[in-house]
């Protein structure tokens, strides 16, 4: 069964592809699943790597811890470095959304040794609405309230006029259904890391500094200061940033340009 066990959370995950194909680690955004790379699997066993997909714990299929201090980033870091120790994989390309990409860029900072690149679609550590602080403090303290506020913030802040109606009913009813704790926890995971690892302070510079690994970007109109505050980063030879005008589910939305997109910097990067 694609499970693994770490201490009491079990983790879903699927693996696709060749078994000695390069391996490529899917990691989905807040309140999300791995069906949201369903649009990027085939292409990437189409170019010959072993593509795995989680579930992060709390979503999906994975099981949800009960204490809302289950979900900080470091715990997620932390899952996925044992994931890749429990397949024995390493170092893989991370391909990661919203969420994700500080979850990927503390495993990238923490253990380089696990990581050969990052693929960020729409990074987030730039800075998060301002709504997400008094959302996060709302939910601690009234946790069942959490399904239905987080509901109304992916209506206000994920999307765009193009938005297909049917991605909004699927993303509420999946919302609805999830656990209080990790929707409160997560929030309150990424606020815990504010001028540290998140925000625009010289102390979260130096973090993001330290992931030493070639990235592709992929910034969205939902963020705008994300794209900037990359160049401010640094970029080198081997980084390459985009934008995409679709909202946070940019590669969703706009799927083929994409993939487009994430196939030409792998081939550039000789990763194909």
């Not at 693994?4 to 194909?21: C, E, H, M, N, W």
């Not at 800075?127 to 709302?138: I, Y």
């Not at 909004?168 to 606020?191: D, F, Q």
């Not at 969205?220 to 200061?225: G, K, V």
Request: glycine share 6%.
């Amino acid at each position: 069964m694609p499970y693994f066990k770490r201490d009491t959370v079990s983790l879903f995950y699927t693996i696709q592809g060749t078994p000695t194909a390069p391996p490529i680690l899917l990691l989905h955004g807040w309140a999300c699943d791995s069906h949201d790379w369903s649009h990027q699997i085939p292409l990437l066993t189409s170019l010959n790597f072993r593509v795995i997909a989680l579930d992060h714990r709390g979503h999906g299929c994975s099981s949800a811890p009960l204490l809302i201090t289950d979900y900080s980033m470091q715990n997620f870091a932390d899952d996925i470095v044992a994931l890749l120790q429990h397949l024995r994989l390493g170092p893989v390309i991370v391909i990661a959304h919203s969420m994700s990409t500080i979850i990927a860029s503390i495993v990238a900072v923490e253990h380089p040794e696990v990581v050969k690149a990052l693929v960020l679609a729409h990074p987030i550590y730039c800075g998060t609405p301002p709504a997400l602080l008094t959302m996060g403090v709302r939910m601690q303290g009234d946790p069942d309230s959490a399904p239905d506020l987080v509901a109304t913030f992916f209506k206000s802040h994920m999307y765009t006029a193009r938005t297909p109606k049917w991605l909004k009913t699927w993303h509420t009813r999946r919302v609805l259904g999830m656990s209080p704790a990790m929707l409160a926890g997560c929030a309150l995971g990424i606020i815990d890391l504010f001028d540290r690892v998140v925000g625009q302070t010289e102390h979260a510079k130096m973090f993001m500094r330290n992931r030493d690994v070639p990235r592709l970007v992929v910034a969205t109109n939902s963020l705008p200061s994300a794209a900037a505050w990359e160049e401010e980063l640094g970029l080198s030879t081997s980084d390459k940033l985009c934008i995409m005008e679709e909202g946070t589910f940019s590669h969703f939305v706009e799927n083929e340009k994409f993939n487009g997109i994430l196939e030409d910097w792998l081939k550039r990067e000789s990763f194909v």
